[in-house]
């Protein structure tokens, strides 16, 4: 499967922003999806993930409450919505998906779980 993030770009803080991830395939059901993000200098990390269901979702501690993750299996998408953009959320973000053959319910925060990447999508946020 193949993913194409889109939906970054320079926001003033307290913006903004959707991102989208849309996937080839007619087997986006099958995934579990997750938006990391890798900051400059820094190691990359799961900000949300969902389940292949759609019922079970995940943030991290610093985006509880601004992030909101969503898929639509029909059009093959994952989407992030930012809200509250804080300086410290500028880096690229990236989708990824991890087949799930037996929980539908399963989310993922581990990168190396994840089999399929997308080029990522760069966010800035000016102060």
């Known amino acids: 499967v193949q993913l194409q993030a889109y939906g970054g770009g320079l926001v003033q803080a307290g913006g903004s922003l959707r991102l989208s991830c849309a996937t080839s395939?007619?087997?986006?059901?099958?995934?579990?999806m997750g938006w990391f993000r890798q900051a400059p200098g820094r190691e990359r990390e799961c900000v949300s993930a969902i389940s292949r269901s759609g019922i079970s979702t995940y943030y991290t501690g610093s985006v509880e409450g601004r992030f909101t993750i969503s898929r639509d299996n029909a059009k093959n998408t994952v989407y992030l919505q930012i809200n509250s953009l804080e300086p410290e959320d500028t880096a690229v973000y990236y989708c990824?998906?991890?087949?799930?053959?037996?929980?539908?319910?399963?989310?993922?925060?581990?990168?190396?779980?994840?089999?399929?990447w997308g080029q990522g999508t760069l966010v800035t946020v000016s102060s």
């Open positions: 395939g007619r087997t986006f059901s099958s995934f579990a």
């Open positions: 990824a998906a991890k087949r799930s053959s037996y929980n539908v319910n399963n989310y993922y925060i581990v990168a190396g779980q994840y089999d399929h």
